[in-house]
């Protein structure tokens, strides 16, 4: 099954970028890696999915090396409300196992 | 509807009663998933459903915990004779598809489930 690694928490400021990494080092041929945010009292909501190399939306950037053990989240010019939970998922359908996570905290 | 539904928002019970969640996932969504979450951790996943085929239930932490689900719509999740460490957020995910790897998960508000 595959797993996957975050650091537990990061600490950043207005209008700072972050970068969060997640290690998946299982990974399989064909999962493809999938970021999620969560808010308190929420369910999560996905941010962004890729494959390989990058992917950028209105929200934020997945960088996904050759070797797709890993991957980064990147939001650009982070505001207070981007305090949240963020989680990485890697895995086909199914038994879809989220790790613990990485709380954001964005100061004023 | 437009978004996954979970009912009750709130639930309180007693020790050694039985309570029942529910889910409707998003209307044409053939997968739906079930996880709870404990307070300050992450999810943990209990079970899955995938069409017609036979769901995985290999997350189900003990036999006191069933869930059934109507063909591709309302699914429940019954957990019998409750204790208090199942106490948590239960949270229902639908996706369009599945297995092909790029499913996107769409979670409702969850139901928090609350054992005196």
């Known amino acids: 099954l595959a797993k996957t690694t975050q650091p537990i928490s990061m600490d950043s400021y207005e209008g700072q970028e972050v970068n969060i990494t997640c290690s998946h080092n299982n990974i399989a041929t064909n999962d493809y890696i999938t970021w999620y945010q969560q808010f308190p009292s929420q369910g999560p909501r996905f941010i962004i999915q890729g ?43 199914g038994k879809l196992i989220f790790g613990q996570g990485t709380e954001l905290s964005v100061k004023p | 509807g437009a978004g996954v539904s979970q009912s009750p928002s709130n639930k309180v019970t007693e020790k050694g009663k039985d309570v029942e969640l529910r889910c409707d996932p998003i ?3 053939t997968a739906l998933y079930w996880y709870r979450q404990r307070l300050g951790q992450g999810l943990e996943f209990l079970i899955y459903f995938q069409g017609n085929s036979a769901p995985d ?28 460490e199942d106490s948590a957020v239960y949270l229902c995910a639908s996706s369009l598809n599945f297995g092909q790897g790029s499913e996107k998960l769409f979670f409702g508000s969850g139901t928090q489930l609350s054992v005196l």
């Open chain 1, 51 to 93: 494959y390989k190399t990058k992917v950028t939306n209105e929200v934020a950037s997945l960088f996904i090396p050759a070797d797709r053990k890993s991957s980064t989240l990147s939001l650009p010019r982070v505001s207070l409300s981007d305090t949240a939970v963020y989680y990485c998922l890697s895995g086909l359908g």
């Open chain 2, 27 to 29: 209307s044409g969504h």
């Open chain 2, 57 to 84: 239930k290999s997350g189900l932490p003990s036999d006191r915990f069933s869930a059934e689900r109507t063909g591709e719509s309302v699914s429940t999740l019954t957990i019998q004779r409750t204790q208090q």
